[in-house]
């Protein structure tokens, strides 16, 4: 059983799949010959770059090698430059109301940090931040890729506005969702971090870039085949065949209308419906073997027994031991 709670590891998956990064020490810094940059404009990805601004590591981070992921920050006053990076990256505050001033060349914002606000510092822009005060923030760094193939299928413009403490409690819910991403089962952590990307990438569209997304619901739900295929591949145990891009490509849908349709059809997204699934293994196994917890956990995918224990908790509102107490 490995534990994730004070280690950083890396984890492989395959071709299908980039490698993905989780942190959640605050031991280190990475060094200037580790910084990884985007090769075409010599620019720091902006983990990277937000490692440096804020001189500390993220309390948590789900980090693809492409530099795109989710952090969740705890850090202390601001008063610096964010130098231009290879990402958008998109921030909701999670902390006490306070004001704060962002500099871009001549043009001075004065915002207020609050619940609810977001802030976009779009790929390639520079800014000085002043914040006076402790800040609780989880930020997305979104690839210019994505947002633009989300784009063409809208049919929309993929060019982002600069936003500071902007009121957009839509896209701050859904990106403080994220932290629940950050430790438990890769597979669902995984195909929920692939949704919830296209899923802010369509929400920046609509909101945030001066013209309004296309995106339309999808109509219908999956044919029953297609249907029968894509829950054949979320039951496997090969994280190749729960890609987002795999079922999606399956059904010869885009990522995004392949979740629409996909809930059309069973009522939940792919992921609810995998976490239930995940729960239903756990349930059989609690009440039909002897199995420990722990191998439970294990067997399942979870990284720890603590995490597979929260997420059976979140479900049901018992502990996999006082479930399987009531269940026999």
């Known amino acids: ?13 395959s071709k299908a799949m980039s490698k993905v990064v989780l942190r959640e020490s605050l031991n280190e810094i990475p060094a200037a010959s580790q910084v990884r940059r985007d090769l075409a404009g010599d ?40 130098e231009p990076m290879s990402h958008h990256v998109i921030m909701a505050y999670n902390g006490t109301v306070q004001r704060m001033e962002r500099r871009s060349g001549q043009s001075v914002a004065i915002g207020t940090f609050r619940p609810g606000v977001v802030i976009i510092i779009p790929e390639g822009s520079s800014s000085r931040w002043d914040i006076p005060k402790p800040v609780d923030v989880v930020q997305l760094y979104l690839p210019q890729a994505t947002l633009q193939r989300v784009a063409d299928e809208a049919g929309a413009r993929s060019e982002l506005l600069e936003r500071t403490a902007h009121p957009d409690p839509v896209t701050s819910r859904l990106l403080l969702s994220a932290t629940d991403v ?33 995106i339309g619901p999808a109509r219908g739900g999956l044919a029953p085949r297609t249907l029968l295929r894509a829950i054949e591949r979320l039951r496997s145990d090969s994280d190749a065949d729960v890609s987002l891009a795999a079922l999606a490509a399956e059904a010869g849908l885009s990522r995004f209308h392949f979740c629409r349709a996909f809930k059309d059809s069973t009522g939940l997204s792919p992921h609810a419906w995998l976490r239930q699934h995940r729960l239903e293994q756990a349930m059989n196994m609690l009440r039909d ?15 720890s027994q603590t995490a597979f224990a929260a ?8 502990s996999p031991s006082d479930w399987r107490r009531r269940a026999r």
């Open 43 to 82: 620019r720091p990805t902006a983990d990277v770059e937000m490692a440096r601004v804020l001189g500390t590591v993220p309390f948590r981070m789900a980090l693809e090698t492409s530099g795109a992921g989710i952090a969740h920050w705890k850090h202390d006053s601001l008063h610096d430059i964010v």
């Open 182 to 214: 950050l430790e438990g089962h890769e597979a669902l952590d995984t195909l929920f971090r692939q949704q919830l990307m296209d899923l802010l990438a369509t929400r920046l569209l609509a909101a945030h870039t001066g013209s309004p997304s296309t």
């Open 289 to 303: 073997t002897d199995a420990s917890v722990v191998s439970i956990a294990v067997t399942l995918g979870y990284s």
């Open 311 to 318: 997420a059976f908790r979140k479900l049901t509102g018992d």
């Open 1 to 13: 059983m490995i534990n994730l709670s004070r280690i950083s590891v890396r984890r492989y998956t």
